[in-house]
């Protein structure tokens, strides 16, 4: 059982940055690939970004490449997602996700999930 808390949402306005953590914990957590997913009001989930378990290879979504970057610090148990230039349709509720097998964009790829941390842009 692994347990996820997302934090570091809030309000900023176009073109600002805000880092977002999930913090895990429990069983061999850091052997697991992480993602970030996102869904707006109305929306699907959608994948954001994710990185392996060893942080060597990473995947975004086209609409934050450049923009966002993800990355992981095991000895802390934490993933963070950078968001740089942030932009009113980033809008959403932001979700960590952990995986024991496949890494990528499918969200039944992931075995656990945060609540979610919500991520307002104005304009």
């Known amino acids: 059982q692994v347990q996820l808390v997302e934090s570091g949402g809030g309000l900023v306005q176009a073109g600002g940055s805000l880092r977002l953590s999930c913090a895990a914990s429990?069983?061999?957590?850091?052997?697991?690939?992480m993602g970030w997913f996102r869904q707006a009001p109305g929306k699907e989930r959608d994948f954001v970004a994710a990185?392996?378990?060893?942080?060597?290879?990473?995947y975004y979504a086209d609409s934050v490449k450049g923009r966002f970057t993800i990355s992981r610090d095991n000895a802390k148990n934490t993933v963070y997602l950078q968001m740089n230039s942030l932009k009113p349709e980033d809008t959403a509720v932001y979700y960590c996700?952990?995986?024991?097998?496949?890494?990528?964009?499918?969200?039944?790829?992931?075995?656990?999930w945060g609540r979610g941390t919500q991520v307002t842009v104005s304009s």
């Open positions: 996700a952990a995986s024991r097998g496949s890494i990528g964009s499918y969200s039944h790829y992931y075995n656990y």
């Open positions: 429990g069983r061999s957590s850091s052997n697991y690939h």
């Open positions: 990185l392996t378990w060893s942080g060597g290879s990473t």
